[in-house]
Every structure is written in structure tokens, then in C-alpha cells.
């Protein structure tokens, strides 16, 4: 295989709605470019995407599927993106290294909440994209219907290249309005037949290309001014004027395709070849210094690792896209995250579960490396003199959690070691082992995502686990001010132990000036701060530690471990054991000993004193809120409304964006926690959501009660 240049290469990202027909295209443009013989399809399991196991049991793609295809002296690398929501992270991964998103959209359906996600997310991060129209071949298929509905989704920017003379299961003919000709195909499909147009298409087709060339000219000058003079432009023009406005987003080219019947692809290819931009011409990534990075084989090595897989009798599979320089097999080079040196073994071009040796990839390009001793997903391996390291991938919040254990309790280091490398495959399965809950928490995408690797620990990894609700992190603060003192004394022998600690305990707001006088049964405290600590929790929130001892009655030396006894109890509030927050805690009196006073006496006595006064300050239960965001058809509104509504949510607002409803809410976590099972039943599967934390409020009295008796009863249960 030959080394092609950074100006020679190309990378595309496949994404849509789950049902698109991404895998099918796929094997397709493979078939087209010779790659295989012969084309699989889904039903069969044959494909070259979707080749894991998981994949063949589900019907789904669960991660992405890098090949390439070597097309008219240019090399297409192109990535195969999972349609759910679930596994939205391969699509997202996708986007960030490719310069050019392909969006599916199912011809018998039009633009789905999938197709809405995957447009959303290149809005985010700019990327350029075409849309193409997929199973023209379906009985329901209506293109007219759909292309009118994307111009009211996407607006004027959507612009056919090419439309079908039918739909329905006599589609075998488009209309090119770009070449003006008319391709039209045998059942078996592949190469097509090429004519004029037809007289009866020759009106509809003049309005749609004059259409594009006005589109096309409205991204240079130059061509804007040859359209005024001659209201038309030659091809190479509009190829130009087209690739101009893929790369500022000012034109959204739509074209035509039967990927199940080979109809459409060999033209498709042809446009990705000659029209879309090179890696050259998109704006250049920036590294976590905020320095641009030139795609430029001339600059020094630098490899980023954007994707691990885990295969059968190989291993760990590292995907990696050249940002810099020239990389080879046998390179030493430097990971400029943990700091170890490592040796790229060989190098190969990807081509799904199979992979073609090379003997150098240069800037831009894509490819991946086995047996790697120390690289993880999000490393960067610089050569000698770079420094660079690259974070340009963000990742969805979570929407969906569960506590998850081994059945055999003897597997669950191996389970903890399964998950970490099941994280290194998909960003989006975050674990976290959670001290103060006592769990470990899986996150992810949604209930399919999370049954997808219980299927991979169980199928792959032959270890039996269970799923669980995840517990809620509540925490609990006071909500007004109270007083209490402790003396801790024990005598036994030889020295023994005394402490005595006076405090008053309030709620914390930020801001809040530092107390002058407090009075408790008419009885007045004047307050003289010494010295104030300003504690910002690990869990949220903060306490504040004022010293006001006066006249020496505590020793400064014995500060330290009164705030260390105040923290221990912090860690266990008295209602539900919850993380305590947002707390000024004043010590302003006390006794020592000359002999038997020492840290250990003052800290038990500071917990004491502090648990307390916390239980008279009126303790109260806090629970986290999120921030929601549904993205809901119309139709359904008023059902998810009601729903949520019923789940303790607080509508914020609602705005209609991009032919969808978009519904504003916060809502406690407790809710939230079959809400992905909930809307996708409510709505068919078609509305989709995020969350986002936003802050802790206090739970509602009767809820507060339900979970005082619940912690009693664990208590009781322990004991």
C-alpha cells in the first residue's frame, strides 16, 4: 500500500439514527473500492463493522468501526459510528478525529431524534455535513415529503445534489443535478448506466441545479460574481463553491442512495473524493496549551490515541491519528501523559476486524497498533522535542446509573479489572467505586448501554454480576443556630485524657460576615475571632472554623485537632449518615489540663460537642438537583410533561429547536433514575435528553422522614 500524503487523504465520519443503514453503506463503498469480494449484510452477521460478538447478538453497532478505502489516487478513511444513543460516545469520539460527518437519514422515516443528536453534535464542534438519504428503496419512502421537512428542520442550507425519479420499491434512478445526468441501475446495482436527462425531469432538474450553483456560489467572491454575470458556474466552480461552504457550514449537499442494493454508493464515493475537504483544509486542533497544531508531515511526531479495542488472541487494539510529523514502525516515542516510553511495533492501515501492515502514516492519517505496553484512550506519543498532549474530546454527562457487583464475590477485583478496560473501549461506561455510598456505580448512555456491558462481563469475561439501584448521595446541613459544649475525660494510671470545647453551629452561606454576638436563653456571647479556616469540601459545599477563644482557656496548638474532630462527624451526618455541608462551626470557649490535655482528648470532645449541636440546628436532608434538557417531538408532549410533573420536576421553560420541542426542568437524581426507560416508553424511542448537575436543595418533609426511618432500620440491620 502506498504512503499517501496529508493533501491525499481524507476522514469521514458515518452517523445517524440506529436503523439508517451506516454498517450496510459501509460494506457498500468496501465492496465498491474492492475491498471485499463480497458484500454481508447485518442479518447474516458478515459485515465488516459490527464484527464483536455483542454486536452479532444485539443487531446494533456498540462501537465505532474504523477502514479505509483507497479511491481515485486518495486514500477515505472513514469511521462507522453506533446509531443509538446509547453508544453516542463512538460517534462523538468519530467526529472529533474526522473532518467530515456523513448523516444518514432512513428514507421511510425522515429526520429521527438520531438524526437530530448526530446534527447537534457537529453543530457543537463544526464539522462539515452532508446528508444522505438512505433506502429510497422502502415502501414509505416519500423523498419530496422528507426533503421539504429537512428545510424546515435545517433550513435554505440543505441543498439536493441529487433526487430519485421514484421511491418505493421501483427506485433505480436519481437525477444528478450537479453533472446533470441521469444514473440509473440494474436490480444487482453497482455500476450505474449514465444518460441525459430525460425531457419530463428537465424543469425540475434545471430549478434544483440552478438551486445548488446559487448555493455554491454564495461561499467565494469570485464565483459570486461570475453567477450575477452568467447565472451559472462549470462543475470544478461548484465543486469548489460546495467544498468552501462544507468547510464554514453554509451548505448541507443531500444525496441519494440505496446502500441495501449498491445503488448510489459508487457516486457518493466520487463526491468524497473530489469535494470534501481535505485534512489540510480544516481548521487546526488545538493541544492542551492552547496551541494550534498544524496537520503538517514536516513538524515534528506526534500520535494521538483516540479509540482501544479489546479483540479476541490479540488484545488491546490502540487506534491512533497522526496529528503531526510522520510516525513508522519502530519509532521510540514519549507518552507525554504518564511520562513512559514506548515503541510503536508495526503499523497498520484499518480495514474493520482486519488490519494491512504499512511502513509509515503521515499527518492526518488514521490508522492503529497492537501491543502497546502503556497507552491508554486520550494518550499522546510525541518524538523527540515535542511536547505536545491533546484533550479535544468531550463527552456527554451520564443519564443512566446502577450499582453493579459480582455474584461470586471472589470475582470482583477481576470485575474491577474488566470494567477499567471496558472503559478504555468506551469513554461513556464511567466507573466509580464510591467510598461514601459504598458501591461501585457504573454510568452510562442509558438502560441499553448498561445491559450491554453486563452482557460483555458476562459472555466475554465469564463473570456473573447484578445490577442494583444506585444509591442517592444526599447530604445534610442545619437550618438554624445552636450551642453545645462536651468535656471528654478519662483517667486510667498513668496520664490521662482531657479536653473541654465549647462551640455554636449555624448555617453557611457564601459571603456571610463573620460573627460579632450571639444570644441563647437571653443569655448574650460576645464573639472575638482569632483566626478563620475556610474549608472547601470534597463533597460540595464548605465549612467555616472561626477561632474565638479568649484568654487562653484553649491552647492554638489544640486547633487543629478540634477542626479535625468537627471534620470526622462532617463525614457522618446524624439523620441518614449523609455528607454534612454548608456549615460555621465557632469554638469560643473550653479547659485544657496542664498535664492531661492533648489532641486526641480535644478532637473526641469536638465531635461530640459538634454532633450535638448539629441535631438541635434543625438538621435537615439535602438532595441533588439536576438541570434536564428533553428533546421531544410534539405529538408527545404533554405526556412527558405529566410525567415529569409526577416525578417532583420543576418546568423551567420550553422552546421548539430544530422541528423538536425542547422541555427545561430540574428534577431531583432520585427521579431520574429510570428516566431513560420511562421517555424512550412514552415516545416510542423518539425523544432523547441530557442532564447536568446543578445543585443540592432540601427534600421535602415527608420524603425526609421516609429516609430517616430507612437509615434506622440499616442501622438496626448492621448491629
Sequence with gaps: MKVYQTNEIKNIALIGSAGSGKTTLAESMLFEAGIIKRRGTVEAKNTVSDYFPVEQEYGYSVFPTVFHVEWNNKKLNIIDCPGSDDFVGGAITALNVTDQAVILINGQYGPEVGTQNAFRYTEKINKPVIFLVNQLDKEHCDFDNLLAGMHEIYGGKCVPVQYPIATGPDF?????????????????????????????????????????????????????????????????????????????????PVFCVCAGKDMGVRRLMEFLGNVVPFVADMPQVKNTKNEDVAADSAGPESVYFFKTGMEPHIGEVSYFKVMSGKVKAGDDLTNANRGSKER??????????????????VAGDIGCTVKLKDVKTGNTLNGKECDHTFDFIKYPNSKFSRAIKANNEGDTEKMMAALLKMHQEDPTWVIEQSKELRQTIVHGQGEFHLRTLKWRMENNEKIGVTYEESKIPYRETITKTA?????????????GQFGEVHLIVEPYTEGMPDPTVYKFNGQEFKMNIKSREEVDLEWGGKLIFLNSVVGGAIDTRFMPAILKGVMERMEQGPLTGSYARDVRVVVYDGKMHPVDSNELSFMLAARNAFSMAFKEAGPKILEPIYDLEVYVPADYMGDVMSDLQGRRAIIMGMDSEAGYQKLVAKIPLKELANYSIALSSLTGGRASFTTKFANYELVPNDIQQNLIKEHEAEVAAED
Aim: proline share 3%.
Design 483 to 495: 450551642r453545645a459544649d462536651y468535656r471528654h475525660k478519662k483517667q486510667s494510671g498513668g496520664a
Design 172 to 252: 433505480n434512478a436519481v437525477i444528478d443535478v450537479l453533472l446533470m445526468k441521469k444514473y440509473s441501475w440494474k436490480p444487482e446495482g453497482g455500476v450505474p448506466t449514465i444518460e441525459d436527462i430525460p425531457a419530463d425531469q428537465m424543469d425540475k432538474a434545471m430549478e434544483m441545479h440552478r438551486a445548488l450553483v446559487e448555493a455554491a456560489a454564495e461561499n467565494d467572491e469570485g464565483l459570486m460574481e461570475k453567477f450575477f454575470e452568467s447565472e451559472s458556474l462549470t462543475e470544478d466552480e461548484m465543486r469548489e463553491g460546495i467544498r468552501k461552504g462544507l468547510i464554514t457550514r453554509s451548505i448541507f
Design 344 to 361: 510503536m511495533g508495526q503499523i497498520y492501515a484499518c480495514a474493520g476486524a482486519n488490519r494491512i501492515a504499512v511502513d509509515e502514516l
